[in-house]
């Protein structure tokens, strides 16, 4: 069955052989690059990389869409940084210190690409996996609390943060994105051993 198995995938493979296509590789430092982002306008990449670290630490950088000007943007970024739909403002989680004892909980941030500044949206609110809505106003992000995850949404300055799907035990939650008209919040949902797509309306109303 072995060599059954390597025949079929030889035959598979043919026409990705003879017509190649290779990409370029926007950075090779490090041994953790990963969660690249376009900008609306598809000149400039955002991603993490560990550079410079011996860790899985990673920081942001923003890189053009052709491998220069590869630059760090801030230290200590744990998700995929997202471009407001202006491209002004970039939006991801961190983890910083909570406590006198060393906790790191995770926030949301945004940093302004024109005078370079971050911003903290959000104080031990235990959010990741922020996503813009389509109009740059909304912010939908997970929450992980009591062991649970949390869809929440937010104005695009941290406040008002209201949850609209509750927490279920054992049940896991991931990558919540606006449909094109905002009325929906699509994401990944991990529950009874298997991991499926759901929907929500954007207010929670079902």
């Given at each position: 069955?072995?060599?059954?198995?390597?025949?079929?995938?030889?035959?598979?493979?043919?026409?990705?052989?003879?017509?190649?296509?290779?990409?370029?590789?926007?950075?090779?430092?490090?041994?953790?690059?990963?969660?690249?982002?376009?900008?609306?306008?598809?000149?400039?990449?955002?991603?993490?990389?560990?550079?410079?670290?011996?860790?899985?630490?990673?920081?942001?950088?923003?890189?053009?869409?052709?491998?220069?000007n590869?630059?760090?943007?801030e230290?200590?970024?744990?998700?995929?940084?997202?471009?407001?739909?202006?491209?002004?403002?970039?939006?991801?989680?961190?983890?910083?210190?909570?406590?006198?004892?060393?906790?790191?909980?995770?926030?949301?941030?945004?940093?302004?690409?024109a005078?370079?500044?971050?911003?903290?949206?959000t104080?031990?609110?235990?959010?990741?996996?922020?996503?813009?809505?389509?109009?740059g106003?909304?912010?939908?992000?997970?929450?992980?609390?009591?062991?649970?995850?949390?869809?929440?949404?937010?104005?695009?300055?941290?406040?008002?943060?209201?949850?609209?799907?509750?927490?279920?035990?054992?049940?896991?939650?991931y990558?919540?994105?606006?449909?094109?008209?905002?009325?929906?919040?699509?994401?990944?949902i991990?529950?009874?051993?298997?991991?499926?797509?759901?929907?929500?309306?954007?207010?929670?109303?079902d």
């Amino acid at each position: 069955w072995k060599a059954d198995l390597g025949h079929r995938y030889d035959r598979m493979l043919t026409d990705v052989r003879a017509n190649p296509r290779e990409g370029k590789i926007l950075s090779d430092q490090g041994f953790m690059t990963l969660d690249p982002t376009f900008d609306p306008d598809g000149k400039r990449v955002a991603l993490l990389s560990n550079e410079g670290s011996d860790y899985a630490t990673t920081s942001l950088y923003l890189v053009d869409r052709d491998g220069k000007n590869f630059k760090e943007v801030e230290d200590g970024v744990s998700s995929r940084a997202v471009f407001s739909p202006d491209g002004a403002t970039l939006l991801y989680a961190k983890h910083t210190r909570s406590d006198v004892y060393g906790a790191r909980l995770s926030d949301l941030y945004t940093y302004s690409i024109a005078t370079k500044k971050e911003k903290r949206l959000t104080h031990k609110l235990r959010a990741a996996e922020p996503q813009w809505s389509p109009d740059g106003r909304t912010i939908v992000c997970v929450l992980n609390r009591d062991g649970t995850h949390r869809l929440a949404v937010m104005n695009a300055d941290g406040s008002g943060v209201r949850e609209i799907r509750a927490g279920v035990g054992g049940v896991q939650l991931y990558s919540p994105q606006y449909s094109p008209d905002g009325s929906r919040i699509l994401f990944g949902i991990f529950q009874s051993g298997t991991r499926e797509v759901a929907s929500i309306a954007s207010d929670g109303s079902d």
